[in-house]
């Protein structure tokens, strides 16, 4: 707050500083905020569009187990150790076969995931299909639609403060490049002179 008042010793671009400072708090505290606010609305609205899509063009239909798919081959050794990575891995869900009934009536058979462990051949339980009975994900819901959008309203609010941040240190570090320029000119004129009787020291 000092650079405000009147001093003899406040330079223009302390005074300059001040106002930048002003400015970025304003910034911080009102526009990156309101980044934020609407960055959020606009994702959430898209979010919550398609989340109503996809409830719309997404069913829930029962499938039956039909059989245990096949497992795919593994590498063979030839005299030496299996790769250690691949003994870490994660199991996997057991794929299956089963067959269901689409929404429009066709019927179809593909490899799933098992809903239970260890599947057994007759076994019901439900996937999600479009109308067409083709595999899909699980829709998105309206809660993970706003928390999605909530997430990406921080990170734009923060994103805007970080921006002005920079922006204020690149000012205040160009006006201290020119304080020290100034500074070098005046020792440059008066340095000769310093300390000499009679020069006005």
């Known amino acids: 707050m000092w650079r405000w008042r009147r001093n003899p010793l406040r330079r223009?671009?302390?005074?300059?500083?001040a106002w930048v400072a002003f400015a970025a708090l304003i910034c911080v505290l009102l526009v990156a905020p309101a980044i934020?606010?609407?960055a959020g609305m606009e994702v959430d609205g898209t979010l919550?569009?398609?989340a109503r899509e996809q409830r719309q063009e997404r069913y829930l239909v029962p499938a039956v187990v039909v059989?245990?798919?096949?497992?795919?081959?593994?590498?063979?050794?030839?005299?030496?150790?299996a790769d250690p990575s691949a003994q870490r891995q994660a199991p996997?869900?057991?794929q299956i076969v089963a067959s269901w009934?689409?929404?429009d009536g066709s019927s179809h058979q593909g490899t799933v995931p098992a809903a239970e462990e260890p599947p057994r051949t007759g076994d019901r339980f439900r996937i999600w299909t479009d109308t067409q009975g083709r595999l899909v994900g699980r829709p998105l819901d309206a809660s993970s639609a706003s928390a999605h959008a909530a997430v990406v309203g921080l990170a734009a609010a923060l994103a805007a403060a970080?921006?002005?941040?920079?922006?204020?240190r690149l000012v205040v570090r160009r006006l201290?490049?020119?304080r020290y320029i100034l500074l070098d000119r005046a020792w440059a004129a008066t340095g000769p002179d310093w300390g000499r009787a009679g020069a006005g020291s």
């Open 36 to 38: 934020g606010t609407v």
């Open 48 to 50: 919550q569009r398609a």
């Open 67 to 81: 059989r245990p798919a096949a497992v795919p081959p593994t590498g063979t050794t030839t005299g030496t150790e």
């Open 176 to 178: 201290m490049h020119r």
């Open 92 to 94: 996997q869900r057991t």
């Open 162 to 168: 970080a921006l002005v941040e920079t922006v204020r």
């Open 12 to 17: 223009p671009t302390d005074l300059f500083e």
């Open 101 to 103: 009934t689409a929404p």
